[in-house]
């Protein structure tokens, strides 16, 4: 019997949610990237390592920097 069962989505990478009962998960912001499924917070979001750049929101992986040029941190 599944009436009254839950039906659950993960978050997937590049997103949290650290709240209940929401129906939408939280990019991680701008220059931070999370790899992970099922995050419940923040902290998941990661900064990007030296040499790779974050250049969108909800990203799950960082990219690297073309050769030739560096990141220029803010």
Do not use: M
Request: with cysteine.
């Amino acid at each position: 019997n599944s009436s009254g069962s839950a039906n659950f989505t993960e978050c997937s990478p590049g997103f949290y949610q650290n709240k209940t009962n929401q129906l939408n998960c939280i990019p991680c912001q701008l220059g931070t990237y999370n790899p992970l499924y099922k995050s419940y917070n923040n902290s998941f979001c990661l900064q990007s390592p030296p040499g790779y750049y974050v250049s969108l929101e909800g990203s799950n992986i960082p990219t690297p920097c073309p050769p030739g040029y560096i990141v220029n941190k803010k």
